[in-house]
Structures are given as C-alpha cells and as structure tokens.
C-alpha cells in the first residue's frame, strides 16, 4: 500500500484511514498518531554539548537522522533530533524521541524499529525503513555516550 496525497478527498469508504495536512491536501493510508508526529514533531532540534550523538541514514531514498540525548543519573533526560526526510522519516524521529526519553540507557537500547513503527500507527510497505533510522540513531547516540569516556553500559564510571 503506498501514500499518496491528492487534492480531491478519497472515497467515503477510506475516510477512516485518511488524514488531511494543514493545507487540506488530503494523505490516505496513514494513522492520526502518524499526522500528529509529522505535522508536529517533538524534540526537534540538536542538543547542544550534547552527552552522546548518533546518526543513521540510506542510499535508498537518501533520509537521514541524527540524534543527540544528554543523560542524568543514567536515563535519557533530553533528546533532540534533526531529519532529513519524508513524512514518515520526520514522524517515526518524531516517535523515536518521544519512546527514549526518561529510559534508562538499557531500557532505550531496545527500542526497536518495529516499536517505531507501531507508536505511528504503522507505516506503508516503501516507508518502513524509516523506523529503522531512529532504531539506529538511537543506539548510536548511546553507544557514542559510552564511547566518550570509560563508561560502563550499567552507568558507573570505570577507574581504569
């Protein structure tokens, strides 16, 4: 199934599975929370000297992400974002943010692509690789946040 945005509204029998942008173009076959995230996107922005930065992208169409977090007493405490995309990739970063934030580093390391793509309704075949920039941004930022100094994953500054 694939998103396709047109001027005329769709037939009754697809008003469910409709959204309409601010400029009334109507965008069948994409969910309210997906909408939501992509005509108001949360956490945008980079972190600035941020405690872990992660970036994910694909030759296929050409999106990419990057993610900054800082952390407090070993949870994401911030978190920000900057895209370059379609829809889908702006709304799943969106999403992406919105899961990591207040986790505990391990708890965020498990978010996966499939948990993306469900807390934006679910995505169309050709969009599902977005959800995987966040799943990969995100892990690189963690991993980035333990790389920059002798962090351990459970928090503790390593003496050696």
């Known amino acids: 199934m694939k998103t396709r945005a047109t001027t005329t509204p769709p037939p009754a029998a697809d008003m469910e599975t409709a959204g309409t942008d601010r400029t009334?173009?109507?965008?069948?076959?994409?969910s309210p929370e997906y909408m939501e995230h992509f005509l108001s996107p949360r956490?945008?922005?980079?972190?600035?000297?941020?405690?872990?930065?992660g970036m994910s992208g694909t030759s296929e169409c050409?999106?990419?992400?990057?993610?900054?977090?800082?952390?407090?007493?070993?949870?994401?405490?911030?978190i920000g974002?900057?895209?370059?995309?379609?829809?889908?990739?702006?709304?799943?970063?969106?999403?992406?943010?919105?899961?990591a934030k207040?986790?505990?580093?391990?708890e965020a390391s498990r978010i996966?692509?499939?948990?993306?793509?469900?807390?934006?309704?679910?995505?169309?075949?050709?969009?599902?690789?977005?959800?995987?920039?966040?799943?990969e941004a995100l892990r690189d930022a963690i991993s980035d946040y333990f790389g920059r100094s002798a962090r351990r994953p459970d928090g503790v500054e390593s003496t050696d």
């Open 102 to 106: 207040g986790l505990t580093l391990e």
């Open 112 to 135: 996966t692509a499939a948990g993306i793509e469900a807390a934006v309704g679910g995505l169309p075949e050709d969009k599902r690789h977005c959800s995987l920039l966040g799943e």
């Open 81 to 99: 974002f900057q895209c370059r995309g379609c829809s889908a990739a702006i709304a799943t970063s969106s999403a992406t943010t919105e899961l």
């Open 24 to 30: 009334g173009i109507v965008m069948e076959f994409v």
């Open 43 to 53: 956490n945008v922005g980079l972190l600035e000297d941020a405690d872990g930065t």
């Open 62 to 78: 050409g999106d990419w992400l990057i993610v900054t977090i800082r952390v407090t007493a070993g949870r994401i405490s911030e």
